[in-house]
């Protein structure tokens, strides 16, 4: 168990869509990562926040969003919903900024799936 | 910018079997080495790392060296198990980024 907690574990949506992912990191992280995982793209880094702030930013689409809260949990809004957003969508943390030294620990992923 | 390239999968071998699974990257500067596992069903784990060059992580019976002369962080196991069955990421971490830049994955199954 990596102590990172993502809700739901699946969700199936028509496209035009908007849902929202959640992620509690581990106790005592500041840092939330997000990354898409898709059959033809692999793992895609989407966006970055440490301590309520967005740190980096990767290939996220505007459709996409996120933020994280006070509590450092994290949410990752995707609307206007197409097939090909069908993935798995991972959130790591890790306890700095920069996982340089500090390894990510990952979440067990969200299945999205948009018929 | 940064990439990683890994050997193409599927791979599978017999309990027992020797493991290589290759990895090489293209970076500026001196990056941190990673490989993750993710079993059926799971997120991904760390399973060693590497931060500078001639370095060699090892975790679990695996092992991966940092070759910066030939840019390169194979993994390998010299006995292979069922319970090794899973997807292997290469993954590097440049100097002066945050971001976990992955590899293609390379799914291992074992047979018994």
């Known amino acids: 168990d990596s102590g990172v907690t993502q809700t739901p574990k699946h969700l199936i949506t028509a496209t035009g869509q908007r849902v929202t992912l959640r992620c509690s990191p581990r106790?005592?992280?500041?840092?939330v990562y997000w990354y898409q995982q898709s059959l033809d793209q692999g793992l895609q880094f989407l966006i970055q926040?440490?301590?309520?702030?967005?740190?980096a930013k990767g290939n996220i689409l505007e459709r996409f969003s996120a933020q994280q809260f006070p509590d450092l949990h994290s949410e990752l809004n995707l609307s206007s919903l197409e097939l090909g957003d069908s993935a798995l969508y991972f959130c790591?943390?890790?306890?700095?900024?920069?996982?340089?030294?500090?390894?990510?620990?990952f979440g067990n992923g969200t299945r999205l799936t948009v018929t | 910018g940064d990439s990683v390239t890994q050997m193409e999968g599927p791979v599978t071998l017999s309990e027992e079997a020797f493991l290589t699974i290759n990895c090489t990257y293209t970076?500026?500067?001196?990056?941190?080495l990673f490989w993750y596992v993710q079993y059926p069903g799971e997120g991904l784990q760390l399973l060693l790392k590497?931060?500078?060059?001639?370095d060699k992580g090892s975790n679990k019976g695996f092992e991966a060296t940092y070759r910066k002369e030939t840019t390169s962080f194979h993994l390998e196991k010299g006995s292979v198990q069922v319970s090794d069955s899973a997807v292997y990421f290469c993954?590097?971490?440049?100097?002066?980024?945050?971001?976990?830049?992955f590899g293609e994955g390379t799914q291992l199954t074992v047979n018994p």
């Open positions: 970076a500026t500067g001196y990056p941190s």
């Open positions: 926040y440490y301590n309520g702030e967005e740190r």
């Open positions: 590497a931060t500078k060059a001639d």
């Open positions: 106790s005592g992280d500041l840092s």
């Open positions: 993954a590097l971490i440049a100097t002066s980024g945050s971001r976990l830049t």
């Open positions: 790591a943390s890790s306890t700095s900024d920069s996982s340089y030294n500090s390894p990510l620990h």
